[in-house]
């Protein structure tokens, strides 16, 4: 079932749930809507807390941020993406060939999964927010977890991978749906099928800035592309419609003044604000824009240089924003740890 315009489902007291079988999907991703309230990150980048392995962080960040071991816990080793459920933090720490699990509320570790084809970008189902985790993998894997279970449902290797990354799962679709996948150094997405993981196609780009290595994918509001360009130093909002590619907008060019970028990473579009916010790897910032591309502010270390403080960032590479929390979880990859942001 293809979501075309709005649907609109009205419950009351007499209403029997089981005749709206046919909305099940819609009713399920209402109900968990319904639960938490939205709330926008501030924009003020509070330091709250670090992330930095499987255990609580009991001192001050800057003193083991980068130790290998403490508390009997091995610490993150080229973290690369951070995603949210309802109640939990995930992060994809590659080098050690697992996932990380913490307690969205608290930020204490709950639990690994350990995956020894060292995971990398990561997508939450959009629809049953908590159920199921898709996952790229440096070793051209991408796969699906079960989150309850904590079991793979599908995993495909793709031998014309090379070096997958961003990965979104549609949300204009309930039955049906797709996983989209950002082949960067084939520079081009590759499509499979959410439900068993079967590869479907190959899209391309004639506009040949738009294909020199995509590397951070998001869904905007409209369930449009937001893709990162590594090689241009770009961002671009692509049309959803695979049948009738376009390219509504791209914006930045590679250098380090106000709108620009150098190796942009991870991206994330805030529903509450439809403000984007992008890693600007090497420019050690994150820069916020309009949806339309405008730019609004940034935030990173002084001078673009690189910095191992709170509320300094070495090469940020993912990003996510809690819209329950209001908080904002940015992958400090040159300081191995995730920073939290109020």
């Not at 994918?217 to 990162?228: N, S």
């Not at 790897?281 to 673009?304: C, E, L, M, T």
């Not at 819209?323 to 940015?330: A, D, K, S, Y």
Request: hydrophobic share 35%; aromatic share 12%; glycine share 6%.
């Amino acid at each position: 079932m293809e979501i075309r315009g709005n649907v609109i489902v009205v419950l009351d007291s007499s209403t029997d749930l089981k005749s709206f079988s046919s909305h099940s999907p819609l009713y399920q991703c209402l109900r968990i809507k319904m639960q938490h309230s939205q709330k926008p990150f501030s924009l003020t980048f509070r330091y709250v807390t670090s992330l930095v392995g499987d255990f609580d962080l009991k001192l001050p960040n800057h003193e083991f941020a980068n130790s290998q071991r403490k508390n009997n816990g091995t610490a993150m080793n080229d973290p690369c993406d951070v995603k949210i459920t309802s109640s939990l933090i995930m992060v994809s720490d590659a080098s050690n060939c697992r996932i990380l699990f913490f307690d969205l509320k608290t930020k204490t570790f709950k639990f690994t999964i350990h995956d020894p084809h060292r995971p990398y970008g990561m997508a939450v189902d959009p629809y049953y927010d908590s159920n199921s985790l898709y996952i790229t993998c440096r070793d051209n894997y991408v796969k699906k977890y079960d989150l309850e279970s904590r079991a793979v449902v599908w995993s495909k290797f793709h031998m014309d991978f090379h070096y997958p990354c961003g990965i979104v799962v549609e949300s204009h679709q309930v039955e049906n749906a797709k996983v989209i996948v950002a082949d960067c150094g084939n520079r081009c997405f590759r499509i499979f099928s959410k439900r068993n993981g079967d590869f479907i196609a190959k899209w391309e780009y004639q506009l040949e800035r738009l294909t020199e290595m995509p590397f951070g994918l998001e869904l905007d509001g409209d369930g449009d592309i937001l893709c990162t360009n590594l090689i241009s130093h770009t961002v671009s909002c692509i049309s959803k419609n695979v049948n009738h590619l376009k390219v509504y907008w791209t914006m930045g060019k590679k250098g380090t003044q106000t709108g620009e970028f150098q190796y942009p990473r991870g991206v994330f579009f805030e529903k509450s604000t439809s403000l984007i916010y992008v890693c600007d790897q090497s420019n050690n910032r994150i820069n916020v824009f309009s949806n339309r591309g405008d730019f609004i502010q940034s935030f990173g270390s002084p001078k673009n240089a690189p910095g191992s403080g709170m509320n300094e960032l070495n090469a940020p590479v993912g990003l996510c924003i809690s819209e329950t929390t209001g908080e904002l979880f940015v992958v400090d990859m040159g300081n191995n740890r995730v920073q939290v942001f109020k």
